[in-house]
């Protein structure tokens, strides 16, 4: 490893602990964000095929991708069967996109009866 001096790790250290922050505070902000547009949804009646520009009965689109492999560029969406080259392996290597999973499981959460 090449020398490094003090006030660069320090400045290193700094830079790590605002980007974490930084990433904390847009993930609040997203999540309050969603809580706005979803209270608004109900307080207007809009469903999320209108939403979407769907009519109401219209079959959702194809689920998807959420695991990609990255030697051949195959595809999984997580339903039906698990293809070979993610069986028995952390799945988290393969996500797609871990925001835009952590995003949806928030969606799911928000637009549950629940809340």
Known sequence: MAYQSIEI???RAKQEALDKEL???KER???QVMIEIVQKMREYGISLNELMGRKSGTPPDE?????????TGSTWSGRGRVPAWILGKDRGEFQVDKQAAARAMVQAALLSDGH
């Open 23 to 25: 990433a904390e505070a």
């Open 63 to 71: 689920p998807r991708p959420k695991y990609r492999d990255p030697a």
């Open 29 to 31: 902000e997203t999540r």
């Open 9 to 11: 790790a320090q400045l």
